[in-house]
């Protein structure tokens, strides 16, 4: 996926300088972003998923049992202010399958691919970074990804995750990045991110759990999250 997205030399580059290290964004880099998933696509993902495999956030908080089986119940709960994300969405989708299975192959290790459908003025998930590289794109709408380099727990791992990610500790500058449709963003693994929709928005985020970020400790005071 990513040599049908960049050019050879700026593949090269990417690798160089950005993988694990810094953020790099390609304005209208996807040109098929908006078939990647459509608001009727997601209709149909809502009906297949597992429910275990769905979840509905506002503003960073987690709505406990909260589900959209349709598109009139995804349409009242954005209306509510709350995203509604379907993880796993390669196991129910073919082309999001190829997707992730192809930057599995090219970035190296495991790859799974979510869907967020967010309304306008609301975001999903607080400050927080993960483990894998992420790879973000922009089907609809415009949403601003804010970012900031982790000082706190640069390089985490599976199983240092910690419950409190400590975001107040964090020191570092802010960076920005507007997504608009057909546009894409890499985040490293490890750096904080949050983001905020313009109007209503369709992303899809690839994560992908390099061998780095697969590795143990003995460390006792590990948590997991």
Not at 40 to 66: F, M, S, T, Y
Request: charged share 25%.
């Amino acid at each position: 996926m990513l040599r049908q997205l960049l050019d050879e030399e700026t593949l090269a580059e990417f690798f160089a300088s950005h993988f694990h290290r810094l953020p790099f964004a390609q304005p209208d880099g996807v040109r098929d972003a908006r078939s990647w998933i459509t608001w009727k696509g997601l209709g149909e993902l809502l009906a297949a998923v597992d429910p275990a495999d769905q979840l509905v956030v506002r503003n960073g908080r987690l709505i406990d049992g909260g589900r959209a089986r349709n598109p009139r119940e995804l349409e009242a709960l954005l209306r509510f202010g709350c995203s509604v994300i379907v993880r796993r969405a390669e196991v129910v989708d073919t082309f999001l399958a190829e997707v992730g299975a192809s930057f599995a192959e090219e970035v190296g290790g495991p790859a799974t691919v979510h869907v967020f459908a967010s309304p306008e003025g609301h975001h999903s998930f607080g400050w927080h970074y993960d483990c894998e590289d992420v790879f973000v794109v922009q089907s609809d709408g415009h949403k601003d990804m804010y970012l900031r380099r982790n000082t706190v727990n640069p390089e985490p791992t599976v199983d240092t995750m910690p419950m409190d990610m400590r975001f107040e500790d964090e020191t570092s500058p802010l960076q920005v990045c507007a997504l608009l449709p057909q546009d894409w963003l890499y985040i490293p693994r490890g750096w904080w991110h949050v983001a905020r929709c313009r109007s209503a928005c369709l992303t899809v985020s690839v994560g992908v759990l390099s061998e780095a970020a697969r590795a143990r400790t003995t460390s006792r005071d590990a948590v997991r999250g």
